[in-house]
């Protein structure tokens, strides 16, 4: 697509349950990373893909978070027993860059975010 | 570990005027990049600018250019000619120079808040 598609745009949860966030990346971006907003504060990352597998994950909070990339395209984020601290706005952002390729600094294409609210 | 710092919580100026905002980093690197985003209310990050620290001549952009100071690790932008438009929330962001498998993730600041009165 032309731009980062995030969905959904805003989704409400009640405490404990099971929530997924989809990201369909720049069609051709091998490069893909979640990020978390909480209220007031600038993004933090969570997990990088290259291609279909996790490269890093250092920055997930704990194992109720996952995230998969089964065909190094569209991503999902998924949260398990949501808790109202995992409230927050979740970016994603994809990137040409290639595995082994470290040079230039390629730009992130951030998407508009899905807001979750865990009640 | 990287920190970034916005000591600016919110910033106003009127329009056509001139506004810069701070940030200052910590790093133990000596090559790295520094961004300034953009975050309008529609949530969608973009870039503003971007800097490489082995570059010695700030970069600019239009009405965007920035003041980087390596030695006392400070990366302020100014914006000339403020528009209505540019009402945003701007952060600033550092990334290291050489990545592991093209890993580029960016370390934000908690971002200033940008007002600009008609």
């Known amino acids: 697509g032309a731009g980062v598609s995030q969905t959904p745009s805003n989704k409400v949860t009640e405490k404990g349950k099971y929530v997924e966030l989809r990201c369909d990346p720049i069609s051709g971006h091998t490069a893909l990373y979640w990020y978390r907003q909480s209220l007031g504060q600038g993004p933090e990352f969570l997990i990088y893909f290259q291609g279909t597998g996790a490269a890093d994950d250092s920055g997930l909070p704990n194992d109720r978070f996952f995230a998969v990339r089964p065909e190094g395209s569209v991503s999902t984020l998924k949260i398990q027993r949501t808790e109202r601290g995992d409230s927050a706005v979740y970016l994603c952002?994809?990137?040409?860059?290639?595995?082994?390729?470290?040079?230039?600094?390629?730009?992130?294409?951030f998407g508009a975010g899905s807001r979750l609210t865990v009640l | 570990a990287q920190t970034v710092t916005q000591s600016q919580p919110e910033m106003s100026v009127q329009e056509a005027e001139t506004v810069t905002l701070s940030c200052t980093y910590d790093t133990s690197e000596s090559d790295y990049y520094l961004f300034w985003y953009k975050q309008p209310p529609s949530r969608q990050m973009i870039l503003v600018i971007r800097?490489?620290?082995?570059?010695?001549q700030n970069a600019t952009e239009n009405r965007f250019s920035v003041n980087f100071q390596k030695a006392a690790k400070s990366f302020s932008l100014k914006i000339s000619d403020s528009q209505l438009g540019d009402a945003a929330m701007y952060f600033c962001a550092y990334r290291t120079l050489i990545s592991n498998f093209g890993n580029e993730k960016l370390t934000f600041g908690t971002g200033t808040r940008l007002t600009i009165i008609p």
């Open positions: 800097q490489e620290a082995y570059k010695q």
């Open positions: 952002a994809s990137s040409l860059m290639k595995r082994g390729d470290p040079s230039g600094a390629n730009v992130l294409t």
